[in-house]
């Protein structure tokens, strides 16, 4: 079970939004890089970065951020936020970017994740972003109705490596994940979930690490980490000591 610290970018800032909304903003930190580089003191194996204004915009706004990330630290990165199209995607491969997150585009551009799937590889993820088990998209903004769990074997289907799995309304909010819809889910999925939202305390890292062993990998942690609820480590000696025997 890996622990992906997040870093979401706003403006060349590092922040966290609630629930996705702009409106609710809390900066952390004027160096991203900074940040970065203190998450993987702290033991991280992957960092997760976000280009908030991307999400809104239709490409990458933080880029500058994202290479001085990548020049700060030696652990992989996965970039999500604006990636829609196959030059976009190139690009922030370039920076050396090690696994890039797409979201609106999966949805609503057909053809288009089974050709950078078979572009780039396994090194595709597709974030699935729900609220009430319907997909949102063009960062959270815009709610269809089309079933988290439906779109998930499509995009399996289609050869994404694996899924972001977040849960609009837990997170930001210290509220602890939706287990119910992540177990479901990992059931009816075949390719790895990491999870995401709302994950709050070392009871929640507890449970999410022993939900679905093998096929949920990971979880990604925001605000929890920020507000010193409990440490990067902590969360690591937790979640792996829940890790199926080799």
């Not at 190139?90 to 999966?106: H, L, Q, W, Y």
């Not at 288009?112 to 609220?131: S, T, W």
């Not at 909010?173 to 819809?181: Q, S």
């Amino acid at each position: 079970m890996i622990i992906l610290p997040a870093i979401d970018l706003k403006g060349g800032r590092c922040v966290r939004l609630e629930q996705g909304k702009p409106d609710r903003e809390k900066a952390y930190s004027d160096d991203p890089a900074s940040v970065a580089r203190s998450w993987e003191r702290q033991g991280a194996q992957w960092l997760h970065v976000v280009d908030l204004d991307g999400a809104f915009a239709d490409e990458p706004q933080n880029l500058p951020s994202l290479k001085a990330i990548r020049e700060a630290i030696s652990i992989p990165i996965q970039f999500g936020g604006g990636n829609r199209t196959v030059d976009i995607i190139a690009r922030v491969f370039d920076i050396g970017v090690n696994r890039v997150v797409v979201g609106t585009s999966a949805l609503r551009s057909p053809g288009f994740l089974a050709h950078i799937c078979q572009k780039f590889g396994g090194n595709i993820a597709v974030g699935i972003d729900a609220r009430d088990g319907r997909v949102a998209v063009r960062g959270w903004t815009d709610v269809t109705d089309i079933g988290a769990i439906d779109f998930a074997k499509r995009i399996a289907g289609e050869g994404a490596g694996l899924i972001i799995y977040t849960d609009i309304s837990r997170d930001g909010m210290l509220c602890g994940p939706n287990k119910d819809a992540l177990k479901k889910m990992a059931d009816e999925v075949s390719i790895p979930i990491i999870a995401s939202g709302g994950i709050s305390s070392l009871a929640d890292v507890a449970e999410i690490s022993k939900l679905a062993r093998g096929r949920i990998i990971g979880m990604i942690i925001g605000k929890a980490l920020y507000e010193g609820t409990f440490s990067l480590t902590q969360a690591i000696d937790i979640a792996t000591k829940n890790d199926p025997p080799a």
